[in-house]
């Protein structure tokens, strides 16, 4: 998990570079079929604020292994999903 004060964070913004492993994916897939256990990846992104509010863009980059679904043959998949989020903090803007 990435904790970092908004008052950390320079004008310039802040570059993070987040590692995920299998216990991540496992945490967050669930792993029914073992797909998730080996998995890997990344997630650069980039911390930027004006005022209270913090955006953080970036892209998730991952690796894994599971069945093809139409030979059900062995296949490795590589995912690439980029993001961008705001994080308002609590009682501002209307946030709950």
């Known amino acids: 998990m990435l904790k970092i ?3 950390d964070i320079p004008p310039e913004g802040k570059d993070r570079l987040l590692g ?5 994916f496992v945490e967050t ?5 073992g797909t998730w256990a080996a998995a890997e990846g990344e997630v650069p992104v980039n911390l930027s604020r004006t005022g209270p509010e913090v955006l ?4 998730v980059r991952s690796r894994f ?3 093809c679904a139409r030979c ?3 296949a490795t998949i590589n995912l690439r999903a980029p993001f961008a989020t705001t994080f308002v ?4 803007g209307g946030a709950s």
Do not use: I, N
Not at 20 to 24: E, R, S, V
Not at 29 to 33: E, I, S
Not at 89 to 92: C, D, Y
């Open 72 to 74: 059900l043959e062995a």
């Open 29 to 33: 897939m669930g792993d029914g079929d």
């Open 5 to 7: 004060r908004v008052k």
């Open 89 to 92: 903090p609590l009682g501002a």
């Open 20 to 24: 995920l492993d299998g216990a991540w």
């Open 56 to 59: 953080a863009r970036g892209e």
């Open 65 to 67: 292994a599971g069945p």
